[in-house]
Nanobody, 126 residues
Framework: VQLQASGGGLVQEGDSLKLSCTTS????????MGWFRQVPGKEREFVAA????????LYSDSGKGRFTISRDDTKNTVLLQMNSLKPEDTAVYSC????????????????????WGQGTLVTVSS
């Protein structure tokens, strides 16, 4: 399964950015999809996840209220809308797919995902 993330870039503090992750997999509608981010020298950090039906989502404390994850199964795409960006949001953002059940304490763990896309760099300047 190949995942293709895009939408990163250089923005200013307070700006918005929308990341997109697309896959050609015909099983996309059965995947739990997640977004993670990583800063060099630090561990990968959970950002958001969405259940295969789109009816439930989880967010990191840092993203809650600012980020919104959504999915469009007709386009095999998961989106991450990021508003009110802060310099500390600067990181490489990666999307991931999980083929197992929606278990809230598991979907926050990068180790529970089975497929990963390449990252897209988000840089927020102050």
């Amino acid at each position: 399964v190949q995942l293709q993330a895009s939408g990163g870039g250089l923005v200013q503090e307070g700006d918005s950015l929308k990341l997109s992750c697309t896959t050609s997999s015909h099983a996309f509608s059965t995947y739990v999809m997640g977004w993670f981010r990583q800063v060099p020298g630090k561990e990968r950090e959970f950002v958001a996840a969405i259940i295969w039906t789109g009816s439930s989502a989880l967010y990191s404390d840092s993203g809650k209220g600012r980020f919104t994850i959504s999915r469009d199964d007709t386009k095999n795409t998961v989106l991450l809308q990021m508003n009110s960006l802060k310099p500390e949001d600067t990181a490489v953002y990666s999307c991931a797919a999980r083929t197992s059940f929606w278990i809230p304490w598991e979907v926050r763990s990068s180790g529970s995902y089975h497929y990963w896309g390449q990252g897209t760099l988000v840089t927020v300047s102050s």
